[in-house]
């Protein structure tokens, strides 16, 4: 299976100015996936890694890298509304003409998902190669304290309620005895067949086969306080382990 690896790193972020380039331990945030994509590509996992930004100076903080330079995102496809999807069916096209390339499918790595690792990628590439039916691989994470048996809505009345009658809040109410177990999409893998990108326009599909990953790995910063937690998250001993593969990058480059 050829596999294009996809980085979306837009510039401009209205939670965090500038958050895919914002350093963790003096490195943009960006270079993270960057990093663990190249090596990917390094290991055969990956055929290309392309950063999808519409900024020079993105691109530049990461140029030391195998990963193609020539391509810039139009300042169009680029704006806050813009769908992702459109961004990779961009570099799709501009492979087939530039490059007379074509891929089996996209893994899209967004850059605000950043501890995702080159066994990650393998992982999500043998689910998709085991499972022909899957129009996706998504990564996801289990939920403790946000169980949707905890989620809530309000009525008119302020009276607090269960957000729907089939997930009903038992009392007393301890988060290990919840059931079913409960995930959320973590964003820092989706691995989509091109012909679902192309045929479709969609990204995830019909059939979204879930790579449960640790909560180390999937920390995602979309808010100030995220990227805070992103930080501090590399020197805990309880993530020392998930995080290995970071920290040694981090000591490598002397910092």
Known sequence: MK????????SGSKGVPDKNIKPIKKIPLL????????????????DEVVVSTDSEHYLSTVSQYDIEKDYLRPPALAADNSPTIDAVLD?????????DRGFDAVM?????????????I???????????QATCVASICKLGDHHPL????MSDSGQLMDFCDEYIEPEPSRRQDFQPDAYIRNGAIYLTRTRNLVDEGVIRGNWVVGMEMPEANSINVDEHLDYLIAKASLEYDRFSEDLAFFNEFINNKGL
């Open 31 to 46: 270079e993270f996936s960057v990093y663990a994509a190249v090596k990917a590509k390094q290991l055969g996992i990956l």
């Open 150 to 153: 905890r989620i809530k809505r």
């Open 108 to 120: 899209i790595l967004q850059p605000t998902s950043p501890f995702r690792t080159p066994q990650h």
């Open 91 to 99: 570099v799709l096209n501009w492979y087939s003409e530039q490059h």
């Open 122 to 132: 393998k992982d999500a590439i043998s689910l998709m190669s085991e499972n022909s």
């Open 3 to 10: 596999v294009l690896g996809f980085i979306p790193a837009r």
